[in-house]
């Protein structure tokens, strides 16, 4: 972390109080805080209590550099409102990140397969309804899952919140994974089988298939003759019984031409 004093080309400190805090994390020491505020987030704000008593702030969660606070009581007051309302969630350091190793080398961490996450501190995230075995973690690259058979997708965090928000208007719920493939329950009384052909704005674009479709998903090949879908690596799945939506997971198990599969 790079704590740095402030010049005359930097933004002014974050607002001094908040009608709405969404969420409050510090660190193990508590000497380092995240508060994100506001009705649709807008009020974020990073905060570092330095040995020397001076407060240095970002607005971002993941940022390498902070400034020093030309607000420091306003920061206070700030986070003592935010504690008062909620009960802080914990900031980690990197090594909590599973299938990841230091490259003392770079001064990175390095994934398993790969790819590299420049993260000085991680917030794990509550698991999404999609993916309830996972481990979930905010990393400076986008949001992170951990799943029990060692695989992992990293997504974009627009869409990571897109799918919950959306499934949850829907009011879908998760029947099966594999891979990256879902099969969501559609809450239709007959045995109808769709697929998701994409999203507009915040619908979800449905097909229906027929009893001898054949659709191609991803790497996912759906077969609703013989009722089975298939993926190159892993194998046969028979497709659940009840009425289904099929679609693709967000994110990719291969970030940055990564070799892990879907």
């Avoid at 969420?23 to 994100?36: G, H, P, V």
């Avoid at 607000?71 to 909620?86: F, K």
């Avoid at 997708?153 to 099966?176: E, F, P, Q, V």
């Avoid at 089975?228 to 679609?247: F, I, Q, S, Y």
């Amino acid at each position: 972390m790079n704590l740095r004093k402030r010049y005359v080309f930097d933004r002014h400190d974050q607002p001094t109080e908040c009608k709405y805090i969404q969420l409050l994390a510090a660190s193990a020491d508590e000497r380092t805080w995240w508060l994100k505020g506001g009705t649709r987030g807008g009020v974020r704000v990073l905060a570092h209590f330095a040995d020397d008593g001076k407060i240095h702030t970002a607005t971002r969660l993941h940022a390498s550099t902070l400034v020093e606070s030309e607000q420091p009581d306003a920061v206070r007051c700030l986070l003592r409102q935010a504690a008062n309302e909620l009960d802080p969630l914990m900031l980690h350091s990197p090594e909590v990140l599973p299938g990841f190793t230091h490259d003392d080398t770079y001064a990175v961490w390095r994934h398993e397969s790969g790819w590299f996450s420049h993260s000085e501190r991680v917030l794990r995230l509550p698991v999404p309804w999609w993916a309830p075995e996972a481990k979930v973690f905010d990393i400076p690259e986008g949001i992170y899952l951990r799943f029990p058979d060692e695989t992992s997708r990293l997504c974009r965090r627009r869409d990571y919140y897109a799918l919950d928000n959306s499934i949850y208007l829907h009011s879908h719920c998760l029947l099966a994974r594999q891979g990256d493939l879902l099969f969501l329950a559609t809450g239709d009384c007959v045995n109808t089988r769709m697929v998701c052909e994409g999203w507009r704005d915040d619908y979800m674009c449905k097909r229906t298939l027929g009893d001898h479709d054949i659709v191609d998903l991803g790497r996912h090949r759906i077969d609703c003759g013989e009722e089975v879908v298939t993926h190159p690596e892993h194998g046969v799945m028979d497709l659940p019984t009840e009425p289904w939506l099929a679609m693709i997971e967000p994110g990719t198990s291969r970030p940055f031409g990564g070799n892990r599969r879907d």
